[in-house]
């Protein structure tokens, strides 16, 4: 547009007058139509499909596109070239529109503006063949056959180009634009765009994509490879590619998938048990809150687990005649998990465990009641055991859980969170006199004391990694340091709800084992008021995980920010969600910090 006004300021400055405007339509001769009442084409359109013209490309604003090697784009100001009119003329809102195809094979539209009579050119855009000079498709490609070979091989990042012309010869207009569209097909001859166009104008204007065999890639691979790749799905995907086809739906229902077994919610007897009677060699079964499983089911299960490593029965109501069947017919059980969501009494069917599955590596209850002669028959039977987690568990006493310690020399792994806190430091003197393998323990709301951690820190040969005493009342943290110093590589320490001060954090940065620790939780402990925990992150130098989460909050936040700022491996915080720290933590970015709120 700005080219154009250009252009009629200089013609009306030598004089020579303003073009004349285009022709109007039938409809009104005395003034101009409305764009709603164009309709119909004034004029005839000037060239048909199959003719060649010249184009005129004015501006230096069409540049090369670099890898196109168009010879329209590439040419300067004034220059004219030769191209073919490849489709019906379009009467498209006030302006006839022309698909020209140049010797080099770039595609071009053509517009006759209607619209446009102020802005005329001295000369139009689009005229007859009238210099023979001037190449035509054929000989273009003849003479440069190397350029042309470069042409259409850049034919796939050719650009579309719109020109614009009035209806008058002597009022041209419009300017060079650039069409953002890159489904312009490839480049061919003037002879196919002057005869395959008969038949299907529109063919030359699409870009036809490569085509690809319809074939399958499963088709390709056998069917071991293919049960191969269904064996990373679960027993519920495995339902829904099973109606895919036919061979799917042998596949899907081969043995070998059903070793695995996972079920979940609603789930009946007859559908429970169809899945568990499709494996060949039952060893991992997840029966996760089934509450309609009957015994009918776990007798099953007992039938055909003879190779059965692994039972989950989360928030399952397996019952007592249930787990019996599972200890009868299950010898080779080595993880059992049972998390109730509500009491269960479980002596009997603990009893029937630890009689039939002596190869019990892990135990996991929750909501159970076990008395202490439950533990007693546990430790005779599990012998074997390395990881035992008792959590909200009511019957605990000191002398069932020294049973265990005492009879489990491979226990690693012991986790025991009380409902009503009934475990003491016994405990402890039994764990460091026989728990030589424990690398994690947890105590999680039980009556220990700092004089029980200060003994088994002196006693204990093993070596603590892991070191959980939450909610427990009686702890002040001063024995703490006394595990540091036994040389006890502590990475997790879990303090939540204790009377940790600000004088123990002090004493714990002071030691030279601190820089190995990575958790530290210090949830509702309300007599810290960060003081010295600045000094302990940063003399912690692997901290990941910092959790400060109080009711009452004690930690300012100019104190938070300065344990940010001295914190550089922190990579998750957690707080409460007070206004205060969130626009602490708004304005503290630090790079790689995940923040939660509580």
């Not at 409460?576 to 304005?587: D, G, I, V």
């Amino acid at each position: 547009f700005m080219a154009g006004r250009q252009q009629q300021q200089a013609i009306n400055a030598s004089g020579l007058g303003t073009p004349p405007p285009p022709p109007l339509g039938p409809h009104n001769a005395s003034q101009k139509q409305p764009l709603h009442n164009r309709t119909m084409a004034p004029v005839a359109p000037k060239f048909q499909c199959g003719d060649e013209v010249e184009a005129l490309w004015e501006h230096e604003q069409v540049e090369a596109v670099e890898g196109d090697g168009d010879v329209a784009a590439a040419g300067h100001a004034g220059e004219w070239f030769r191209a073919t009119v490849t489709s019906q003329p379009l009467w498209w809102r006030g302006q006839w529109r022309y698909e020209l195809c140049f010797a080099d094979g770039s595609r071009s539209t053509f517009e006759k503006n209607m619209d446009r009579a102020d802005s005329g050119h001295p000369q139009s855009l689009l005229r007859a063949p009238t210099a023979a000079t001037l190449p035509t498709p054929a000989t273009a490609g003849a003479s440069d056959g190397r350029a042309r070979a470069r042409r259409l091989g850049a034919s796939s990042n050719r650009k579309r180009r719109r020109v614009t012309e009035s209806v008058s010869p002597q009022a041209g207009g419009g300017t060079h634009k650039r069409d953002r569209q890159d489904n312009t097909p490839a480049a061919g001859s003037a002879e196919q765009a002057r005869h395959g166009s008969g038949s299907n104008p529109s063919a030359l204007n699409e870009r036809r994509a490569p085509s690809r065999p319809q074939t399958n890639v499963f088709d390709q691979l056998d069917d071991a490879t293919i049960v191969s790749i269904l064996a990373f799905l679960d027993s519920a995907d495995l339902a829904r590619v099973s109606r895919v086809s036919r061979r799917f739906r042998k596949l899907c229902f081969d043995g070998m998938l059903w070793n695995t077994v996972k079920l979940w919610n609603k789930v009946t007897d007859g559908t429970a048990q169809m899945l568990l009677g499709l494996g060949n060699r039952l060893e991992h079964v997840a029966l996760c809150q089934c509450s309609k499983l009957t015994a009918t089911t776990f007798a099953f299960l007992g039938q055909r687990g003879q190779h059965l490593r692994s039972l989950d029965l989360t928030r399952a109501s397996p019952g007592d005649e249930g787990i019996a069947a599972v200890a009868l017919g299950c010898p080779n059980l080595e993880t059992f998990t049972a998390n109730s969501s509500h009491s269960f009494d479980g002596g009997a069917a603990m009893l029937k465990l630890a009689s039939g599955c002596h190869r019990l590596k892990t135990v996991k209850v929750r909501r159970w009641w076990l008395s202490r002669e439950v533990l007693a028959a546990m430790a005779s039977g599990f012998s074997q055991l390395s990881h035992l987690s008792l959590v909200l568990c009511s019957g605990l006493d000191d002398l069932g859980i020294a049973a265990i310690a005492a009879q489990c020399p491979h226990l690693r792994h012991f986790h025991v969170a009380e409902r009503d806190p009934s475990l003491t430091d016994t405990t402890l003197h039994a764990l460091a006199a026989h728990g030589h393998a424990i690398e994690h323990l947890c105590l999680s709301n039980t009556s220990i004391t700092d004089q029980g951690i200060e003994e088994f820190a002196a006693t204990a040969r093993c070596r603590l990694v892991d070191l959980d005493i939450s909610w427990c009342k009686e702890v002040t943290g001063v024995s703490l340091e006394a595990l540091f110093v036994a040389g006890h590589p502590l990475r997790c320490l879990y303090l939540d709800g204790t009377k940790v001060s600000d004088a123990v954090l002090g004493q714990l940065a002071a030691q030279p084992t601190i820089a190995g620790l990575q958790k530290l939780h210090l949830n509702q402990c309300k007599k810290m008021a960060g003081k010295a925990l600045q000094a302990l992150v940063q003399a912690a130098t692997g901290l990941t995980h910092l959790e400060l989460v109080q009711k009452v909050p004690t930690l300012s936040p100019p104190a938070l920010g300065a344990i940010l700022s001295n914190s550089y491996s922190l990579r998750h915080l957690t707080v409460r969600k007070l206004p205060k720290y969130q626009k602490l933590l708004a304005r503290t970015k630090t790079e790689g910090l995940d923040i939660f709120y509580v």
